[in-house]
């Protein structure tokens, strides 16, 4: 099985940065995915990482070091909009089956 | 435009009945899959397929089942076996390997 984990809650301020760490232990990995989820809606696709290092897209940056099992989500110059669930997912095996983990809940304060 | 399409938004439910929530997408992915979303909680994966006429449990399906007679549809019923319905359910599909869109959810509950 997998086992994913990321910090329940987090906060910040409008304008700053924040960083948001995923774990995971898993056998056959294929690659990892970030969402973000607004209450009530369903997720939407941020980022997919296969190799180690970093990838940008905007605001919003991905890191992945496979041997660690671990990826992080860097969010810059946040807004208030940023404010939502954000979801690791990790695919694994011959299915590539994403499983998710619990999910962030990111809350941002003027 | 191509999308993935959940309906209905809002099902109730009574006790011992069985529901069925449609899932249709237009984006010629082999893929499609059923997960459950409960308040504070991650995604939980109850049936998945990946062709046509096939497809596999998943980490929860017990009191579900699904079909897959078309590539475009992937309907799940959940049945009076499932004893705690109440819930959002996602229906999302992908290209094998590469990330799944989402459908905009059926929110369920047993009245």
């Known amino acids: 099985g997998q086992n994913i984990d990321q910090p329940t809650e987090m906060t910040a301020t409008e304008g700053a940065i924040v960083q948001i760490n995923c774990t995971y232990q898993t056998s056959g990995f294929n690659g990892l995915f970030w969402y973000q989820q607004h209450a009530g809606e369903a997720p939407t696709f941020l980022s997919y990482n296969v190799l180690d290092g970093l990838e940008e897209k905007g605001r919003f940056s991905s890191f992945l070091s496979r041997s660690k099992g671990y990826s992080y989500l860097l969010l810059k110059e946040l807004q208030m909009k940023d404010s939502a669930s954000y979801l690791c997912?990790?695919?694994?095996?011959?299915?590539?089956?994403?499983?998710f983990g619990r999910g962030t809940s990111l809350i941002v304060h003027p | 435009d191509g999308g993935i399409t959940q309906s209905p938004k809002y099902l109730f439910r009574k006790e011992g009945q069985n529901v069925t929530l449609s899932c249709e997408q237009n984006l010629n992915h082999d893929a499609m899959y059923w997960y459950r979303q409960d308040p504070g909680q991650g995604l939980r994966l109850i049936y998945y397929?990946?062709?046509?006429?096939?497809?596999q449990k998943g980490d929860i399906a017990e009191g579900y089942s699904v079909s897959r007679e078309k590539k475009e549809s992937f309907p799940l019923t959940v049945t009076s076996a499932q004893k705690n319905p109440t819930a959002f359910y996602l229906c999302?599909?992908?290209?094998?390997?590469?990330?799944?869109?989402f459908g905009q959810g059926t929110r369920l509950t047993v009245v």
């Open positions: 997912a990790v695919s694994s095996g011959g299915s590539y089956i994403p499983t």
């Open positions: 999302a599909s992908s290209i094998k390997g590469e990330y799944a869109f």
């Open positions: 397929s990946q062709i046509v006429n096939d497809f």
